[in-house]
């Protein structure tokens, strides 16, 4: 039994640092610009984040540190924060892109 007590522990751990890795990841695509990369760690990182956690009775909280849950909040803050750069310059990307559709529509009303 001490054994397999000591294996939840050591895979509740393990767990929580492929999480820490994978969102510390999502990061560095996102910063990078990758979206696709991150929309693929982001499936990867929700499936662990499943089971890691779906059956709360059982999970060892001791194995999970302060540290650790600040660390994923903190990369989550970042990725939230990094998706609302993206978003607002693809805003501003389309806003120029119908501004030349416009401006080209006229042209070529006028040249005709």
Known sequence: ?????????????????????ISQDMC???????????AELASRRDMLMRSAFENVQTLDTSSITVDDIRELLDANA????????????CGRALRTQKLGEKARRAYTGIAR
């Open 1 to 21: 039994m001490a054994v397999d007590h000591f294996q939840a522990l050591e895979q509740d751990a393990v767990r929580i640092e492929r999480l820490i890795a």
């Open 78 to 89: 970042q990725l939230i924060s990094l998706a609302q750069l993206e978003r607002d310059r």
């Open 28 to 38: 560095a695509a996102a910063t990078e610009g990758d979206w696709s990369r991150v």
